[in-house]
DNA sequence: ACCCAGGGTCATA
DNA sequence: TATGACCATGGG
């Protein structure tokens, strides 16, 4: 099967997605932050109790004490390790004078900024590069890894920089290649949410970890 | 009670 | 470079 395949089928399953989950680029940020290793319900969460303080702003996330913006990140988890994380992002954020002039900055310039912040990885980055800043950047998640492993399309034991060039090199043609990298991380996202119930026995398809059968 | 979740860092060998 | 411990909550 090819790659492209697999974007037909879940585009045919799911529809479209609309991603990503966030009234703006700066929550976008956050909530990128927030998602790792944790369920998107309990994000939202934490994102609300930030709305409601009105800290979805990173100069005033900067001025709030550090013990505060933890309490107010608990339902996401790792509520300390989140905080000190979100602080220096949106220490950069603001230092480089916030988003319109880190929007002119390129591609590769913004990544390895990002990169060098604590607590900023590679799939961190790249969902704040695809679904804030709008560059042509495929997300690999452990979702993708393990479907595309599943399907006989990787090894899977490749690194994240040789397994993200692969896949953009694989779906290189076409003339918006952001939407259409937005939409496919979307969509695995949205295959591992909506099928597979109960786990961990479930008939049809899953994403979880210990899911005996995957079919697209 | 158990398994899982849209990772990343750090210490160790 | 490669494993493992650690971070922590909430839903199924």
Not at 10 to 32: C, K, S
Not at 35 to 56: D, F, G, M, Y
Not at 165 to 192: K, P, S, W
Request: glycine share 6%; hydrophobic share 45%.
């Amino acid at each position: 099967m090819q790659i492209t395949a697999v974007y037909r089928k879940l585009y045919r399953q799911h529809g479209p997605q609309h991603w990503w989950p966030g009234e703006t680029p700066f929550e976008v940020m956050v909530g990128a932050v927030l998602t790792q290793n944790t369920a998107w319900s309990n994000v939202e969460k934490a994102i609300a109790n930030l709305r409601a303080a009105r800290l979805l702003d990173a100069a005033a996330i900067i001025r709030t004490r550090p013990a505060r913006l933890a309490k107010l990140l608990t339902p996401s988890g790792y509520f300390n390790v989140k905080a000190r994380r979100l602080r220096s992002l949106c220490a950069w954020y603001v230092e480089q004078g916030g988003f319109d002039a880190l929007s002119q900055r390129d591609t590769s310039r913004l990544r390895s900024e990002l990169l060098a912040l604590h607590g900023i990885g590679p799939e961190t980055a790249d969902d704040i590069l695809l679904y804030a800043f709008e560059r042509p950047v495929f997300v690999i998640d452990a979702y993708t890894r393990r479907l595309f492993k599943r399907l006989g399309l990787i090894a899977g034991d490749e690194t994240y920089e040789a397994l993200r060039a692969g896949v953009e090199r694989r779906l290189a043609r076409g003339d918006d290649r952001i939407a259409l990298f937005n939409e496919f991380h979307a969509l695995i996202v949205a295959h591992a949410k909506n099928i597979c119930r109960p786990r961990p026995r479930c008939e049809v398809c899953c994403l979880a970890r210990t899911c005996p059968a995957t079919v697209v």
